[in-house]
């Protein structure tokens, strides 16, 4: 489980987390929603701990300022939104790089570390490719791989920034589903940031609407996902309908009014 | 799921391959005999390896002189700088994710060229002195990469690797354009200045190899240990740090083991280009891009290079030298130019 409390991040002249407050209990999927520069991204990285700010942040009681590096990767992985794939490395080697915490600073992977990256593989069906280039994979792999390298670091409590951005719909669910299945197989904690408020409501158990840096709403999606909420906090014109208990959000379009020219 | 056996591709994340290793030491080791065999001086070969392992040869007191005393501490001298060069030069382009960085990318050169020229004007003939040329070569090379670090941190946070190597770039100019100068203002010495600016292995005997031999060592250790940090600082510092490393801390030892190693090598060798930059590239298109194999082999192979094309630079033209520069640039541009096409690889972006 995490918490974070008072948590305010100023880059350059901007306040671009103000005061942010949330608890994400262990076991549940989180969304961090919002529109585009309301600050997801960054609250994610003051989670990782790679952005300064005030606030603390606790992993399970303990803050996390005061874990070492190691420590807090052993407790937290990151699959971020772009990540840099280094040439010509292949997709072993790749998720090999989530046992970074497990390994002695200046040691070499053990039989115990290769077996994690085993089972990251074999989890996300990725044993056929493991030989091939991460460059070289399609969208919906590459984020797989990721997922398995988030997976092979063995922390309890995932952080995933937009994981479905620029994948086809059939792709996105793909990837969702497989994170839903690691939450229930391993007992994983999901925090996600994310654009599709849909998806969002479908696979996530709470959702957190960010806007200017602060939380405006939060809850099931049901709550969050209004009409009221979108227009106000996104500009959006959107219906919801209701796909049993799971809002959709349908964004719809006024019909334009044509002047008739030739009268 | 756990009944799978580990495949076949998991072996292969032990990414040194012992055949690799095997063909670095043996390409070392057969440069070695081959600048030991020939030279200036020409010895029958047959009789030099029958000294070398102690059969008894016909050779005069004085050719055996000439293997052991010239012969064998230049050859020694050859690998050292090379194997040190080239791992600098690895390890250089690794940690600032630059296919162009070489060992002198943040200044040392300049630095070290500077110091030299500043001897040699200022103490004339004396300036040549053994011992003064190196020490010179070495404080100005760690000098000039220090001015670049603070310059570097100064100017653009302690994350930025961009403003280290733009610091880098201005404090070499800098340095330069003070060395030429000098260089200018005392045509006399121009000649001793351009010798060693040019680079050579020198004839000292086994005191340019007691000189370098513990820089080289310390480095050499530093940066083998560091080959998998520097796998993982390729994805960048954010996500770096999200895998438990310390991307600053880590850049910081890596910098200054390799500053330390290239220092040490400039200061006995004076600039030898090309070889930190050709010899890890040429690594890496044939053995594979992890720095687990990259920075052995280029150690090995480095030394092997060096040690080729200094035998080349002292028999080409014997009596007289090639300096050693031209030699590595003159054979190894070319090899390099033939290694990339066979490969048909885009790599190097």
Same mark, same amino acid.
């Given at each position: ?9 100023? /880059? ?22 919002? =529109? ?7 609250? $994610? ?41 280094? +040439? ?20 070499? +992977? ?36 990721? !997922? ?7 922390? =309890? ?9 620029? $994948? ?40 957190? /609407? ?29 219906? !919801? ?5 799971? =809002? ?5 379009? +006024? ?9 | ?17 012992? #055949? ?37 040869? @016909? ?42 960085? @070489? ?9 070290? #060229? ?28 760690? %000098? ?11 100017? %653009? ?41 040019? %680079? ?42 999200? *895998?438990? &490393? ?6 910081? &030892? ?17 600039? &030898? ?28 192979? %480095?030394?092997?290079?060096?040690? *080729?094309? @200094? ?13 050693? #520069? ?24």
């Amino acid at each position: 489980m995490i918490t974070c409390q008072g948590v305010s991040v100023r /880059l350059g002249d901007k306040l671009v987390l103000d005061d942010v407050s949330l608890t994400v209990p262990p076991g549940s999927w989180v969304a961090i929603v919002g =529109p585009n520069g309301a600050g997801k991204s960054t609250l $994610l990285r003051y989670l990782m701990g790679t952005v300064r700010g005030v606030g603390e942040v606790r992993l399970a009681g303990q803050l996390v300022a005061q874990l070492g590096r190691r420590q807090r990767a052993l407790q937290l992985a990151l699959v971020p939104q772009s990540p840099v794939v280094p +040439e010509g490395i292949t997709v072993v080697d790749y998720v090999l790089l989530g046992r970074t915490p497990h390994i002695r600073p200046l040691g070499v +992977e053990s039989a115990k570390d290769l077996a994690a990256v085993h089972d990251a593989l074999v989890q996300l069906e990725l044993v056929e490719l493991a030989d091939r280039e991460v460059t070289t994979l399609s969208g919906g792999e590459r984020q797989r791989v990721l !997922i398995a390298r988030a997976l092979a670091q063995g922390a =309890p409590l995932v952080l995933l920034d937009e994981p479905t951005t620029a $994948l086809d719909v059939g792709h996105q669910q793909q990837v969702l589903e497989v994170i839903d299945e690691l939450r229930h197989d391993r007992g994983l904690t999901v925090v996600t940031t994310m654009h599709d408020l849909t998806l969002a409501g479908q696979y996530a158990d709470r959702l957190v /609407l960010l806007d200017r840096g602060r939380i405006v709403v939060e809850g099931p999606a049901a709550e969050v996902l209004t009409e009221d909420n979108l227009a106000a906090y996104y500009g959006a014109r959107v219906r !919801i309908i209701h796909d049993g208990d799971r =809002p959709v959000v349908l964004p719809v379009r +006024e019909p334009r009014i044509v002047r008739d020219r030739t009268s | 799921m756990t009944t799978v056996a580990p495949a076949v591709p998991l072996a292969r994340a032990a990414r040194l391959h012992p #055949g690799w290793v095997l063909a670095g030491v043996a390409a070392a080791g057969l440069a070695a005999v081959a600048g030991l065999l020939w030279g200036a001086a020409s010895l029958p070969p047959g009789e030099v390896i029958r000294e070398l392992v102690g059969v008894g040869s @016909d050779l005069s007191d004085r050719q055996v002189a000439i293997v052991e005393q010239i012969r064998l501490p230049r050859v020694v001298l050859g690998l050292l700088v090379g194997g040190t060069l080239s791992l600098s030069g690895a390890a250089y382009q690794g940690v600032f994710r630059n296919p162009l960085a @070489d060992p002198y990318l943040l200044g040392a050169a300049a630095g070290a #060229g500077l110091g030299v020229t500043l001897v040699i004007v200022n103490l004339g003939e004396g300036g040549l002195t053994p011992g003064y040329v190196p020490l010179a070569a070495f404080v100005g090379a760690v %000098g000039a990469v220090a001015l670049a670090f603070v310059l570097g941190a100064a100017s %653009g946070g302690r994350s930025s690797t961009a403003a280290l190597i733009l610091a880098g770039v201005a404090v070499a100019s800098f340095l330069t354009a003070i060395q030429t100068y000098v260089q200018q203002q005392h045509q006399d010495n121009i000649r001793d200045v351009y010798v060693w600016l040019l %680079g050579r292995l020198s004839t000292a005997g086994w005191h340019d190899v007691r000189l370098l031999l513990p820089y080289a060592a310390i480095s050499a250790v530093v940066l083998l240990a560091h080959r998998r940090v520097l796998d993982v600082l390729a994805v960048g510092d954010d996500e770096a740090a999200s *895998l438990g &490393i310390n991307p600053q801390r880590s850049r910081l &030892i890596i910098v200054v083991a390799a500053t330390l190693g290239t220092a040490a090598a400039v200061s006995v060798s004076g600039l &030898i280009a090309f070889v930190g930059i050709i010899v890890p590239h040429t690594v890496r298109l044939l053995a594979g891009r992890s720095h687990r194999a990259v920075l052995p082999l280029s150690m090995l192979f %480095g030394g092997a290079f060096l040690c *080729l094309a @200094d035998l080349l630079a002292r028999t080409l033209a014997a009596p007289a030298e090639i300096p050693i #520069g031209v030699v590595t640039a003159f054979f190894g541009a070319p090899f390099f130019v033939l290694v990339l096409r066979s490969r048909r690889m885009g790599v190097m972006s």
